[in-house]
């Protein structure tokens, strides 16, 4: 069983900060990807930032040069710095951690922790 973890939401005014963690903990292959996504009401979910194993990163175009994507292998959790935020940034944020290659494939998810940016 994969138990997938998310902490660090909360309110914050236009502007601030918040850190998000995430640890997967369970079954988990060291190869994996670790993301963030997010859902807004009314909006579909979508990508934040993910990060491989290797340290490669990617993130959406709303959010590059504000938020950062790390990851501590050893500890199998991933975080999400965000800077500058905007009302925009307003949603519910998940990880995930997957892999898709080889016989262990899967996708687990956490159960959202909720970012409020106010303007």
């Known amino acids: 069983q994969v138990q997938v973890v998310e902490s660090g939401g909360g309110l914050v005014q236009a502007g601030g900060s918040l850190r998000l963690s995430c640890e997967a903990s369970?079954?988990?292959?060291?190869?994996?990807?670790m993301g963030w996504y997010r859902q807004a009401p009314g909006h579909e979910r979508e990508m934040v930032a993910i990060?491989?194993?290797?340290?490669?990163?990617e993130y959406v175009d709303s959010v590059k040069g504000r938020f950062t994507i790390s990851r501590d292998n050893a500890k199998n959790t991933v975080y999400l710095q965000m800077n500058n935020l905007k009302p925009e940034d307003t949603a519910v944020y998940y990880c995930?951690?997957?892999?898709?290659?080889?016989?262990?494939?899967?996708?687990?998810w956490g159960q959202g922790t909720q970012v409020t940016v106010s303007s």
């Open positions: 995930k951690v997957s892999n898709d290659y080889g016989p262990y494939q899967y996708h687990f």
């Open positions: 990060i491989t194993s290797e340290t490669k990163a």
């Open positions: 369970g079954r988990i292959s060291t190869t994996n990807v």
